[in-house]
C-alpha cells in the first residue's frame, strides 16, 4: 500500500513536471511546478506584480521587434538590453556592436530608444558620439558635453560642472556611444571616472552599449 502511494506521488510529479517542460517565461524555461514553497499574501501579491511588468515589458519589445522587422543578428543585440533592463540589477552590461557601415547597428540603436519610449523610460538611454555631427544624426550628445570633457581643461573638472554632470546623468541606465571606434581609450576612461567621481555619486553603474 504505502509502495503504492509513493509511485502514484512521483507519477503525479512527473507529469506536473513534463507539462512544464515547454512553459518559456521570458527567455527562460521553468520546472518548478512540482516544488513546494511556504509564503505569504504580500509576498504572492508582489509576485504577481513583478510577473505583470515583466509580461508588459516582454509584450512591448515583441511590438517593437515587429515594428522595426530586425534581422536575428540585430534581435539578439536588442534582447540583450531589454532582458538586461528587465532582470535583477547586477553587473553592469558593457556590450560592442561591430559591423560595416550599413550592417544596420543604427537600427538597433532606433529599436532600443522606441522600446524605452514606449515605456516611458526614455530617461534611461541618452545616446552620445565624438562629434557634434554624428551626434546630430542619431539625435543625440557628444559625450564631451555628457560628459563634461574638455581637452583645453584636461582632468580639472570645476564641482559646479561635476553637478551639472550628475543631473545630466541623473536616471541613466544605458549610454549608447556611437562611432566608438573615434573615441580614444584616454576619453573612454575620462568618461568613466567622470561618472563615478564622489560629486556625481549615481545610483547605480552605468551599462556602456
Known sequence: MRQ???????SAINDSKSNTSNVYLYGRTTDEAGEVKITDLQSESNAALRNAA?????????????????NYEQERAFRLVTNHS????????????????????????????AYFKALGESYCLVVVAPTGTAAA?????????MFGINDARGDNISNKLLSEVKSRLNGVDYVFFDEVSMLSCSDLYRCHACSMSKHVILRKPINYL
Do not use: C, N, W
Open 137 to 145: 544624426l542619431i539625435g543625440g550628445s557628444t559625450y564631451h558635453y
Open 86 to 113: 528587465s532582470g535583477p540589477k547586477g553587473s553592469p552590461l558593457k556590450m560592442y556592436i561591430g559591423g560595416m557601415g550599413g550592417t544596420g547597428k543604427t537600427r538597433v540603436l532606433q529599436a532600443l530608444v
Open 54 to 70: 515583466l509580461k508588459h515589458r516582454h509584450d512591448i519589445a515583441d511590438q517593437i521587434l515587429q515594428e522595426f522587422a530586425l
Open 4 to 10: 503504492t502511494i509513493l509511485d502514484d506521488r512521483f
